[in-house]
Each structure stands twice: as structure tokens, then as C-alpha cells.
């Protein structure tokens, strides 16, 4: 008998699941991208106190961003992306150059210098309005760990170094890992990593230390704008929502939530987003499935595939013999 798809995939609450009894509310992050500044404290936050190694000084041709990913001596990565204008407003980036563009690249083509205008004394829009920016923006989002519901990572592991917490989150033992890494191809995110001289996985463990003597994670306490928020889920969840209703009424439509439902194909993250753009711009999946959601018909399809080829080999022999 086929265990109930919730255990799978649909909605649950992962903690009294995993086998805890009178667990406290699942807690989780909320990042709201929209207030971000990019100001990668989260990302300093999260190395002192994991004593996570530095990721080097890589010059990646990004702009601002010298970190690239979420890696094992990642575990913050704050991404930015320049964007023309604002999506949705229907200004062309020809009229923000005034030159053709190439619209394979969304660059000018053999277009100058051109002059953009004087710098204002008050921030682009504000005196026009958002409908009528058409200045460039910047997007920035502090990336982290997911903490699914039903995390792939959790199902494919072989000693058991991945664990579910008492409140809902996932970590990893590093000290039993035994670097195989199956986990890394479980993940729909694309999260975890492997250290290279080490060879052990590691990622985000939501500061499981500082949950269970009642302190905020590190990334958390050190964001000076409250764009990473952490609490009980319910209540982050509710937060949020009203956080979109805010920004739509403030005429920004294209303000999503991305994580933030229980019926997706994760079961909902512990950790989810506002977005201001398609969760692709920021280099999210746009429709996470957890990766071992169909083992059970992936293992009655190769039963019953063995069945009938040792079928065919007993018919086999008894017709020869015969």
C-alpha cells in the first residue's frame, strides 16, 4: 500500500511528521526583496557565527556581487540584478538610451554615449510616479536554504547526516556525512554543496544553535532593514501577504510571494520570498517539485518490469525444455 501523497508532497507540518511530539511552531525566514539594499551584512552575519570559510575574492564579472551562488561557504548570497526599467511599465530600453537595441541582448546597437540626464535631488519616480520611471533599478535578494517541507535532500541521504529539527527546519551533521552527495542532485534549488578539500555537504542550518536557546538567527539580527524576517511561520506568512497587499496598493502589481504556499510542489518553504519580477530574474526555479515525489510509481513500474522479464525467462526455458 502507497503511503498517503501528503508524505510526499502535500501540505504537513514536518515537525511532529518527523517524529517529534509537542514540537513548537515551525519557524522559518520571510525575505522581502523589495526593501533589500544589498548591504551583504547577512552574508558577514552568517560566516562569524557558523565560522563558515571565506569564498575568496573571485572577480566574476557580476557587478557588486563577488559570491556568484549559494555554495558550501555560502550559505547567505545576497544576488543583484540590474534591470532597465521596471517590469511591466512598458517603457522600451530605447527610450531609456535613445538608441536601437538588440533585443537578443538588450543592449544598443552601435549606439554612443548617451547622456541620461542630470543626477535629482530626490529618488527616480518620486516626483513622476512609478508608472513614468524611466531610469534603471536594481533587484536584490539575500539567497538562502529553503528548508522545504518535503526536502529530497532529507530522502536520498544514506547515514542519516541530514536531519529534520524540532522546529521544522533541515540541517546537516557534517561530522557523519560521508560526502556522496546525493543530496546535491535532490535539491530543485540547487542549495547545497560540497567543500572542495573536504568533500562533505553544507549548507544553511537557520542557526539551529540559536533557535534552541531562544536567540534570532545571525542573518537576521544583522539585517538593518528587517528585509530577512524571522518568527513562526503562520505569522510570517500572514506578515507577508499584507506586505503585498501594501506594495499593490503603492502601485507596484508585479510584487509575488514565492515559497510561501503549502500545495506547491515542495510543500512550501521554510524560508520564501517577495519578489519584485519572475522568480526566474532571480534565479529561482519557477515551479520547484521535490525531486523523490514519484520514487513510489518509479519503484512499482521497476517491479513490475522484473516480474515480467523474470516471467519471460521462466517461459523462456520451459518452452526450450519442452
Same mark, same amino acid.
Given at each position: /500500500?502507497?503511503?498517503?501523497?501528503?508524505?510526499?508532497?502535500?501540505?504537513?507540518?514536518?515537525?511532529?511528521?518527523?517524529?517529534?511530539?509537542?514540537?513548537?511552531?515551525?519557524?522559518?525566514?520571510?525575505?522581502?526583496?523589495?526593501?533589500?539594499?544589498?548591504?551583504?551584512?547577512?552574508?558577514?552575519?552568517?560566516?562569524?557565527?557558523?565560522?563558515?570559510?571565506?569564498?575568496?575574492?573571485?572577480?566574476?564579472?557580476?557587478?557588486?556581487?563577488?559570491?556568484?551562488?549559494?555554495?558550501?561557504?555560502?550559505?547567505?548570497?545576497?544576488?543583484?540584478?540590474?534591470?532597465?526599467?521596471?517590469?511591466?511599465?512598458?517603457?522600451?530600453?530605447?527610450?531609456?538610451?535613445?538608441?536601437?537595441?538588440?533585443?537578443?541582448?538588450?543592449?544598443?546597437?552601435?549606439?554612443?554615449?548617451?547622456?541620461?540626464? /542630470?543626477?535629482?535631488?530626490?529618488?527616480?519616480?518620486?516626483?513622476?510616479?512609478?508608472?513614468?520611471?524611466?531610469?534603471?533599478?536594481?533587484?536584490?535578494?539575500?539567497?538562502?536554504?529553503?528548508?522545504?517541507?518535503?526536502?529530497?535532500?532529507?530522502?536520498?541521504?544514506?547515514?542519516?547526516?541530514?536531519?529534520?529539527?524540532?522546529?521544522?527546519?533541515?540541517?546537516?551533521?557534517?561530522?557523519?556525512?560521508?560526502?556522496?552527495?546525493?543530496?546535491?542532485?535532490?535539491?530543485?534549488?540547487?542549495?547545497?554543496?560540497?567543500?572542495?578539500?573536504?568533500?562533505?555537504?553544507?549548507?544553511?542550518?537557520?542557526?539551529?544553535?540559536?533557535?534552541?536557546?531562544? /536567540?534570532?538567527?545571525?542573518?537576521?539580527?544583522?539585517?538593518?532593514?528587517?528585509?530577512?524576517?524571522?518568527?513562526?511561520?503562520?505569522?510570517?506568512?500572514?506578515?507577508?501577504?499584507?506586505?503585498?497587499?501594501?506594495?499593490?496598493?503603492?502601485?507596484?502589481?508585479?510584487?509575488?510571494?514565492?515559497?510561501?504556499?503549502?500545495?506547491?510542489?515542495?510543500?512550501?518553504?521554510?524560508?520564501?520570498?517577495?519578489?519584485?519580477?519572475?522568480?526566474?530574474?532571480?534565479?529561482?526555479?519557477?515551479?520547484?517539485?521535490?525531486?523523490?515525489?514519484?520514487?513510489?510509481?518509479?519503484?512499482?513500474?521497476?517491479?513490475?518490469?522484473?516480474?515480467?522479464?523474470?516471467?519471460?525467462?521462466?517461459?523462456?526455458?520451459?518452452?526450450?525444455?519442452?
Amino acid at each position: /500500500m502507497l503511503p498517503d501523497p501528503n508524505s510526499l508532497y502535500g501540505p504537513l507540518d514536518p515537525a511532529p511528521e518527523a517524529g517529534y511530539e509537542n514540537a513548537p511552531p515551525r519557524m522559518g525566514f520571510f525575505t522581502d526583496t523589495s526593501v533589500c539594499i544589498g548591504c551583504k551584512a547577512c552574508e558577514v552575519a552568517c560566516k562569524e557565527w557558523n565560522g563558515v570559510p571565506e569564498s575568496g575574492l573571485d572577480l566574476l564579472g557580476m557587478p557588486y556581487d563577488n559570491t556568484g551562488a549559494l555554495t558550501a561557504n555560502s550559505w547567505r548570497h545576497v544576488a543583484f540584478i540590474e534591470q532597465p526599467r521596471p517590469a511591466g511599465h512598458g517603457v522600451a530600453l530605447a527610450d531609456v538610451l535613445g538608441a536601437p537595441v538588440d533585443a537578443d541582448r538588450a543592449r544598443p546597437v552601435d549606439a554612443g554615449p548617451q547622456f541620461l540626464g /542630470m543626477p535629482g535631488a530626490q529618488p527616480p519616480g518620486r516626483g513622476t510616479g512609478v508608472e513614468e520611471r524611466t531610469d534603471f533599478r536594481w533587484l536584490m535578494m539575500s539567497d538562502v536554504c529553503k528548508h522545504c517541507t518535503h526536502a529530497a535532500c532529507l530522502d536520498v541521504c544514506p547515514t542519516g547526516s541530514l536531519f529534520r529539527t524540532e522546529f521544522g527546519t533541515v540541517v546537516v551533521q557534517e561530522d557523519i556525512c560521508n560526502g556522496c552527495g546525493y543530496c546535491i542532485s535532490a535539491c530543485p534549488y540547487g542549495v547545497i554543496d560540497q567543500r572542495k578539500g573536504d568533500g562533505r555537504a553544507w549548507k544553511c542550518t537557520l542557526c539551529y544553535d540559536r533557535l534552541g536557546a531562544g /536567540m534570532t538567527p545571525a542573518c537576521a539580527q544583522a539585517c538593518p532593514t528587517e528585509s530577512i524576517q524571522y518568527g513562526p511561520l503562520d505569522e510570517l506568512r500572514e506578515r507577508a501577504a499584507a506586505r503585498v497587499a501594501t506594495l499593490h496598493d503603492r502601485g507596484v502589481p508585479e510584487a509575488r510571494l514565492y515559497g510561501h504556499d503549502p500545495n506547491d510542489g515542495v510543500g512550501g518553504d521554510g524560508a520564501f520570498f517577495l519578489l519584485l519580477d519572475e522568480p526566474e530574474v532571480y534565479g529561482l526555479p519557477p515551479d520547484p517539485v521535490v525531486t523523490t515525489r514519484d520514487l513510489p510509481k518509479m519503484w512499482k513500474r521497476a517491479g513490475l518490469a522484473a516480474l515480467a522479464m523474470a516471467a519471460a525467462t521462466v517461459a523462456a526455458f520451459v518452452g526450450g525444455s519442452s
